[in-house]
C-alpha cells in the first residue's frame, strides 16, 4: 500500500508546469507546445496527464519534444500520471526514462497495440491490385515497427520483458498504479 505521505518525498510534483488532460489530438499538442514554451527557463520541468487515448503521433511528436528538450539543454523531466493513462498517453509516457515517471494513487495505465480500421477496394485490371494490397501491408508493418519502437520505450529500465507486454498488448493490459510501481514502469506512486 502506498503511503499517504509519500507525496512529501517529491515536492516538484505538487505543481507540474505542464498539465494536459483529454484526448491526445491536435488540441492536446498545441496546449503542450503553449505550456512548454511558458515553463521556467531553468531546472526540472513536470508534466501531468490524464487521458483515456487518443492520436499515437500527437504522443510520438509531444515525446519527440520532453527528448529533444533533455537532449538538447540536459534538463531533468518528470512525468505524472493522474487517473487514467491510456494507449496513446502510454505512448507519450514511455518517452519519458522510466526512473522519471510517477502515478497518482489510483491511477491505471492502459497498453494496447495499435488499432487500424481499413478497407482495401480492390476495382481495375488485375496488374493494378497487387501494388494496392502491397502499399495496405507496407502500412501495417511500419505501423508494427513504430508500435514496438514505442513499447521498447516503454520497458526500457524496467522489469518487464519486451515479450510479456507484446503477449498483454492484444488484449489491453490494464496495469493499477502499485503493480506498475513494482513493475519498475514508474519509479513511485503518490
Keep these: 500500500m502506498t503511503d ?4 512529501r518525498n517529491y515536492p516538484l510534483l505538487a505543481a507540474p508546469h505542464i498539465q494536459l488532460h483529454g484526448p491526445v489530438n491536435e ?7 503553449d505550456q512548454l514554451a511558458g515553463a521556467p ?6 508534466v501531468s496527464l490524464t487521458t483515456l487515448g487518443g492520436d499515437p503521433e500527437m504522443a510520438r511528436a509531444m515525446g519527440d519534444s520532453i527528448r529533444l528538450l533533455r537532449d538538447y539543454t ?5 512525468f505524472l500520471g493522474k487517473v487514467a493513462v491510456y494507449s496513446a498517453g502510454a505512448t507519450f509516457m514511455s518517452a519519458f526514462p522510466a ?12 497498453i494496447h497495440e495499435r488499432i487500424m480500421n481499413s478497407t482495401v477496394q480492390l476495382s481495375g485490371p488485375l496488374n493494378t491490385l497487387s501494388p494496392v494490397l502491397l502499399a495496405k501491408l507496407n502500412e501495417i508493418e511500419d505501423s508494427i515497427r513504430i508500435q514496438d519502437e514505442g513499447f ?10 519486451l515479450s510479456e507486454l507484446k503477449a498483454k498488448a492484444p488484449s489491453n493490459w490494464y496495469i493499477e498504479a502499485e503493480e506498475a510501481r513494482d513493475l519498475g514502469l514508474v519509479l513511485d506512486v503518490i
Excluded: Q
Design 74 to 78: 540536459g534538463r531533468e523531466t518528470l
Design 41 to 46: 527557463a531553468d531546472g526540472p520541468i513536470v
Design 27 to 33: 488540441m492536446m499538442y498545441a496546449a503542450f507546445k
Design 152 to 161: 521498447a520505450d516503454l520497458v526500457r529500465g524496467t522489469n518487464v520483458a
Design 4 to 7: 499517504p505521505n509519500n507525496a
Design 99 to 110: 526512473d522519471k515517471r510517477f502515478l497518482t494513487r489510483n491511477t491505471r495505465l492502459m
